[in-house]
């Protein structure tokens, strides 16, 4: 398993957060879109390190190899998912995201009526990256009364978007013929999206609360796979 470098601050960031989240039911989750971008290489690095072990035993510490993320030639596409419901897959095309881009081409256009759809109660979670926490984002936001969810760093294995993310990748790679060029991998993402039942989405999200108490139970290290929480 692959996952990113967790120190010791970061460890005590998860674990302050999944205290706080612990308790939370299902009508407070629902109010939460959780966001984020991620990039699909057009030709995959499939070279896999193969090891022999026990079953369940996928993030024992021994078996667990830490990297940092890094960008690559592909599409890189932004999504967001909540209960009942996600925002439709929006390509992000012409160059990097800059925090302009992402108030005028994401915030404003999608994430705002999203917002106005949920209610009063509406939490946007979004990653720690250097765009969606600059100040032209941050006044925007508070503009348009957007409440933000405090996400530590380095926490991708709590947001189930990840998830969808990885069952996108797989099902774009078990695709025949598979995406050659970067307009066929549009494509095969914008179709593959809408092939992703709601259950499932929902189903990730039912899970927060089993997430918070299994951190908190690793004490804020790495936790299992999103199959363990289905």
């Avoid at 009063?120 to 720690?128: G, Q, T, V």
């Avoid at 990730?204 to 929480?229: K, Y």
Wanted: charged share 25%.
């Amino acid at each position: 398993m692959v996952c990113v470098r967790l120190t010791s601050r970061h460890l005590r960031d998860r674990r302050e957060w999944a205290t706080e989240h612990v308790k939370w039911r299902r009508n407070e989750w629902s109010n939460v879109l959780f966001s984020d971008e991620s990039r699909f290489s057009v030709y995959s690095d499939n070279r896999r390190i193969f090891i022999w072990r026990d079953r369940c035993s996928r993030n024992n510490p021994a078996f667990v190899h830490e990297s940092v993320r890094f960008g690559g030639w592909g599409v890189l596409v932004y999504g967001g998912i909540s209960i009942d419901g996600r925002t439709d897959p929006y390509i992000i095309r012409g160059g990097p995201l800059t925090a302009r881009r992402y108030r005028d081409e994401i915030l404003r256009p999608i994430v705002v009526p999203y917002a106005a759809a949920i209610g009063d109660d509406f939490i946007l979670m979004d990653d720690n990256c250097r765009q969606p926490r600059a100040n032209l984002v941050e006044e925007f936001l508070f503009e348009e009364g957007i409440v933000r969810m405090e996400w530590p760093a380095c926490f991708p294995d709590m947001n189930p978007i990840e998830h969808v993310w990885d069952a996108l990748g797989r099902q774009i790679a078990g695709r025949q013929p598979s995406p050659q060029t970067l307009q066929e991998q549009e494509r095969a993402l914008l179709e593959e999206c809408d092939r992703i039942p709601q259950l499932v989405i929902n189903s990730l999200i039912d899970s927060m609360p089993q997430r918070c108490s299994t951190l908190l139970a690793v004490r804020g290290n790495h936790t299992p796979t999103e199959n363990d929480f289905l």
